[in-house]
């Protein structure tokens, strides 16, 4: 059986690294140092596969360069929208994922945000830090309670769910609104009100959590007009994709005060960080850490290893999704 040779575009956990060299021909990544694309497209010419991540966007002209060689594109990450897939398709190149092993560190890291937003922990630890705290006093600080609010969750999926589960254990009122309505047996274990009109979901919510997986579709998904139904007593959190929101409307509602505050995970140009977010003391600013464990991204690699396996042995890749 011939080895396959993988492109490894990032650093990877160490375990994860040494299983992919005891099983592949496997050119990692040891220093991290950020791969122009001038690089990866001159490696990839003799890859069979390329394991990226949501810092590396796989386009159609970079699957274009790659050699005729290149037959699977195994992503470190669920969400696959860094990668073309209809390029992909297009080329007979298979692109698989990682699901499933993420869903609960990324649901800790919303209810993290809602909490950190709700009761302004973020604020309060800088004031501490700035030396500014003149001790307790029974109007300082106060923030929002979660129990007893309404959270509408966007996109009921497995994070979706797994934050349902969190808020319930908070005496949270859980509303969603979903592509696919889930089954009644999970809506009643979570106790969960499946809405069929977003609108009506976001002009209740005192909370609103995105687990949407980001694509056209999902696009600006919470526009303008949508969150201008987002009242001022609400949050939004984001650990979903940024540009699921429009941003711009986003922090202007923000500076106006017309929404009570946001956590935001993700952004629309990652790395780059609006400055007008960093700015404002009702957002809790997060880089992108949703899944960032070391349990969770050993998981994520072990299952890029599991896809390639099956690729290498010729059997059905586990988690294909083009
Ligand atoms: C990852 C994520 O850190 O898996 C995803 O979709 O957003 C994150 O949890 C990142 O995408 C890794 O590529």
Not at 117 to 136: F, I, K, S, V, Y
Not at 225 to 254: M, S, W, Y
Request: net charge negative.
């Amino acid at each position: 059986m011939r080895r396959m040779k993988v492109l490894v575009a990032r650093r990877l956990p160490d375990g994860v690294e040494a299983r992919m060299s005891a099983l592949f021909d496997a050119a990692l990544n040891p220093g991290d140092a950020p791969m122009p694309r001038t690089a990866l497209i001159e490696a990839l010419a003799d890859s069979d596969v390329l394991v990226p991540s949501v810092a590396n966007p796989v386009d159609a002209a970079l699957l274009e360069s790659a050699g005729p060689g290149l037959k699977l594109v195994a992503n470190f990450g669920v969400g696959v929208d860094n990668i073309d897939l209809d390029a992909a398709r297009t080329r007979g190149i298979a692109v698989t994922n990682t699901p499933g092993v993420l869903t609960e560190d990324t649901a800790d890291i919303a209810l993290a945000l809602m909490l950190m937003a709700a009761r302004r922990l973020g604020a309060g630890e800088r004031t501490l830090r700035a030396g500014a705290w003149r001790g307790w006093g029974p109007t300082d600080q106060l923030g929002t309670s979660l129990t007893g609010k309404r959270l509408g969750i966007v996109g009921m999926g497995r994070i979706g769910q797994a934050l349902a589960l969190r808020a319930r254990a908070l005496g949270m009122h859980i509303e969603y609104h979903s592509r696919h309505r889930v089954e009644a047996d999970v809506e009643a274990r979570l106790e969960a009100r499946f809405e069929p009109d977003m609108d009506a979901m976001l002009r209740q919510a005192n909370f609103v959590s995105l687990h949407a997986p980001y694509s056209a579709a999902t696009h600006h998904l919470l526009d303008r007009r949508r969150l201008a139904l987002v009242g001022p007593h609400a949050f939004l959190i984001n650990t979903a994709r940024g540009a699921i929101v429009d941003e711009e409307a986003l922090i202007e509602r923000l500076e106006t005060g017309a929404i009570a505050g946001a956590g935001l995970d993700v952004y629309t140009n990652e790395p780059h960080v609006d400055p007008r977010l960093l700015a404002l003391e009702n957002v809790v600013l997060l880089p992108h850490l949703g899944s960032a464990t070391v349990e969770t991204r050993t998981a994520m690699g072990m299952k890029v290893v599991e896809n390639i396996l099956a690729l290498q042995e010729g059997r059905e890749l586990p988690d294909r999704v083009a």
